[in-house]
Each structure stands twice: as C-alpha cells, then as structure tokens.
C-alpha cells in the first residue's frame, strides 16, 4: 500500500508532531522524524493539526431509507470524518443490505443494531412490541460481528407510542445475552420519563441527545440540573451530544457544563438534511459550538477519537499510536466569523473556524478542497 509521511505538523496541543503511514498502519511517530524514505510527503508547513482520525458514533447513514438516510461518504471522509457508527437505521432485517453498500464506501463504516428488527423505515418502530426479538437479533450479530458494533434503542413517545419504558426492558434482556454490545439509548418526548429510562441504565451504556431542550431533558422547570442527572453520571453512563435536527440547545450544555457535567462523547446525529439545511452540517460545526462553550480542542478531540473508539471497542482505530490502523484527520483552526445555530434556533456567533484539510482512511489520502500544506 506503500508509505505517507506527514511532516511539520502539531498535535492538538500545539506541539511539533509527525507522523509515517506505513502499509495501512501507524509505523513511526515523535516530534520530528528522521532519516524518513516514503513514498509520498504532506509537510503541513507548522500550521496544521494533526489528530487520529475523527469518530462520529451517531450518524444514519443506510441510503435505501425514507425517512433519515444519507451517503456514508457525504458525512464522513468528505468531512474529516474517517469512521462512521450508524445509530440504529437498520434492524436485523436489513442489516446485511446496509454491510453490502457500507463495504463500497471510503468511509469505516459500523452500524449499531436497531432493536426493532425492522430499522428506523417509521418513526414509530418501537411501537409494536413483536418487533423486538432476540433470535433475529443475535442471529444478525453473529453474522456481521466485524460491522455490528453496538445496539440502539430509541426511547421516546414518538417511537414506542403507548408502550412506555417496556422496549428498554426488552433491550437491556438482549444486552444481557449479548454482553460485549454497547447499547445507545435516544432520549425526547415523554412518556418515558427520562429518570426512568437512566434508571435502567447502567455502566458502560449511552445516553445520546444529553443536551437536549425538551421538558423531559436534564434541566427542572427552575433551569436547574436534574438531581437523579448526576447520579446517572456517578454510575457511569456515558453521555453523547447527538445534536441532530432536534436535540442540542446551548442553554442546556451552557448550564451542564457550569455545573461541571461533561459529555464524553461528541456525535452529530447527521442525516441528508440536517447535512443540507442544518444546524448540524458537519462535525467541525459541531466541533465549534463545543469550542464556544469553552472546552479546548485537548478536551474535545477525544470525544470523537479515543472515547467512542473505546465505548466501541474499536480497539485499532481511535489513537496515534504505532501498530494501529492509519486513519488520520489533519485539520487547521482559523480565526473567522461565524454564525452557529442550535437545534431550537438559537444563535451564537463564533471567531474560531475549524477546516478539515485531509481525511487519511487506511494509508489513503483524500484532500479536501483548498489545502494549507503541500502534497
């Protein structure tokens, strides 16, 4: 596959780093290389970032779908994105179509398995409970066990319609069969109530759509965290933004993050439209809006490299480090304006742009658009 050598860059904390790719691995890396022979160079001149390549571990992306769908390279390499985890579009009845169109892509793409055998083809597939089965369901994860990687549930009025909490029930009985799947849990409208549905969960599981601004959020009527909010963090779930169309607001990760509760992971939640139209557009978007909200790119970086590379065992991609999968995103971090809209149409403006100049898949280049380095 033959050899990149990625020279004068920084790591994300602004210190000199470079990088060899060698036959689809990470083959060297320190502060400056020597005496490298590859076949190809990318010197980034000291102004680029260079970081393992960007994990979005909420995205829908099996394009056969009516309802949220998308083209895995739409969102993911052509965005910096080198590895996509599929929250839950597909069931076990489609499963295997998606991990045929999923293997034509550039983009690493992983699915987590819709409880509903059926997938997301409705808005409301959790509201038939003879949906949820865990012979079809196990019998796709022993099928696919290099794709499958996870498990969704998603929980709110819209989906389960009158069947309450039960389908959480019935998903955390088939986690408990299948013990190595993490399982994703969307979270909205009531019923269920959301103390209920964390009630159930328990370390090592997944609450996405944590900043939500819905009355059945984190926030009491008095703007004020949830008591039973920080216990659930004390137990160890982990909490993922999941903006989407309908589920970030900064008023919610404004007083999070004043009361020092902290999302481990950072996802989109991206869909053809929400890509087109917004708010989400892409995951710098969303990388600046964590930016705006005082975290540091130190703090932000992990939560879409090393953090969803562990929650999902992906123990190969996710970190630079010697011996792992050479799956790189070199970006810059610019000074402009820019208006950044929430899920619930409020605005801020932002003077930090981030720009993804490369997404490397495998010891595979892809530039994307105007460069700042040479090639």
Same mark, same amino acid.
């Given at each position: 596959?033959?050899?990149?050598?990625?020279?004068?860059?920084?790591?994300?904390?602004?210190?000199?780093?470079?990088?060899?790719?060698?036959?689809?691995?990470?083959?060297?890396?320190?502060?400056?290389?020597?005496?490298?022979?590859?076949?190809?160079?990318?010197?980034?001149?000291?102004?680029?970032?260079?970081?393992?390549?960007?994990?979005?571990?909420?995205?829908?992306?099996?394009?056969?779908?009516?309802?949220?769908?998308?083209?895995?390279?739409?969102?993911?390499?052509?965005?910096?994105?080198?590895?996509?985890?599929?929250?839950?579009?597909?069931?076990?009845?489609?499963?295997?179509?998606?991990?045929?169109?999923?293997?034509?892509?550039?983009?690493?793409?992983?699915?987590?398995?819709?409880?509903?055998?059926?997938?997301?083809?409705?808005?409301?597939?959790?509201?038939?409970?003879?949906?949820?089965?865990?012979?079809?369901?196990?019998?796709?994860?022993?099928?696919?066990?290099?794709?499958?990687?996870?498990?969704?549930?998603?929980?709110?009025?819209?989906?389960?319609?009158?069947?309450?909490?039960?389908?959480?029930?019935?998903?955390?009985?088939?986690?408990?069969?299948?013990?190595?799947?993490?399982?994703?849990?969307?979270?909205?409208?009531?019923?269920?109530?959301?103390?209920?549905?964390?009630?159930?969960?328990?370390?090592?599981?997944?609450?996405?759509?944590?900043?939500? /601004?819905? *009355?059945?959020?984190?926030?009491?009527?008095? @703007?004020?965290?949830?008591?039973?909010?920080?216990?659930? $963090? &004390?137990? =160890?779930?982990?909490?993922?933004?999941?903006?989407?169309?309908?589920?970030?607001?900064?008023?919610?990760?404004?007083?999070?993050?004043?009361?020092?509760?902290?999302?481990?992971?950072?996802?989109?939640?991206?869909?053809?439209?929400?890509?087109?139209?917004?708010?989400?557009?892409?995951?710098?978007?969303?990388?600046?809006?964590?930016?705006?909200?005082?975290?540091?790119?130190?703090?932000?970086?992990?939560?879409?490299?090393?953090?969803?590379?562990?929650?999902? /065992?992906? *123990?190969?991609?996710?970190?630079?480090?010697? @011996?792992?999968?050479?799956?790189?995103?070199?970006?810059? $971090? &610019?000074? =402009?304006?820019?208006?950044?809209?929430?899920?619930?149409?409020?605005?801020?403006?932002?003077?930090?742009?981030?720009?993804?100049?490369?997404?490397?898949?495998?010891?595979?280049?892809?530039?994307?658009?105007?460069?700042?380095?040479?090639?």
């Amino acid at each position: 596959m033959g050899s990149l050598y990625i020279r004068n860059g920084k790591n994300i904390d602004g210190q000199p780093l470079e990088v060899l790719l060698e036959d689809g691995k990470i083959k060297e890396i320190a502060s400056q290389l020597r005496n490298v022979d590859a076949d190809l160079e990318i010197n980034l001149h000291n102004k680029s970032y260079i970081s393992p390549g960007w994990i979005d571990d909420h995205v829908h992306c099996y394009e056969k779908l009516s309802l949220y769908y998308d083209d895995p390279d739409k969102v993911g390499y052509q965005t910096g994105v080198t590895t996509l985890i599929d929250a839950g579009s597909t069931g076990s009845d489609n499963v295997g179509d998606f991990y045929r169109l999923a293997r034509k892509k550039k983009t690493n793409v992983y699915a987590m398995l819709n409880i509903a055998k059926t997938g997301i083809l409705a808005q409301n597939e959790l509201g038939d409970l003879n949906k949820i089965q865990l012979e079809p369901f196990a019998g796709a994860v022993f099928k696919y066990p290099d794709f499958i990687i996870g498990m969704k549930a998603r929980i709110s009025k819209s989906v389960v319609v009158d069947n309450g909490i039960k389908p959480l029930i019935l998903a955390k009985q088939i986690q408990a069969k299948l013990p190595k799947l993490p399982l994703m849990v969307h979270v909205g409208s009531n019923p269920p109530e959301l103390e209920g549905i964390l009630d159930l969960l328990e370390k090592g599981d997944i609450l996405t759509h944590c900043f939500n /601004g819905k *009355k059945n959020g984190i926030l009491n009527a008095d @703007g004020k965290i949830k008591e039973f909010v920080f216990k659930a $963090v &004390e137990k =160890g779930i982990i909490f993922d933004i999941g903006h989407g169309t309908d589920s970030f607001n900064f008023h919610t990760a404004e007083v999070a993050k004043e009361n020092h509760l902290y999302p481990q992971s950072l996802s989109t939640d991206i869909y053809h439209k929400n890509r087109e139209e917004g708010p989400v557009y892409n995951m710098a978007t969303c990388i600046e809006k964590m930016l705006y909200l005082g975290f540091s790119l130190t703090e932000i970086i992990p939560m879409i490299t090393s953090v969803p590379a562990t929650n999902f /065992g992906l *123990k190969t991609k996710g970190r630079l480090i010697e @011996g792992l999968d050479a799956d790189v995103t070199i970006f810059n $971090v &610019e000074d =402009g304006k820019k208006k950044l809209t929430d899920s619930d149409g409020y605005t801020k403006e932002t003077d930090t742009i981030i720009r993804p100049l490369y997404s490397i898949i495998g010891g595979k280049i892809y530039s994307l658009g105007e460069k700042h380095g040479s090639l």
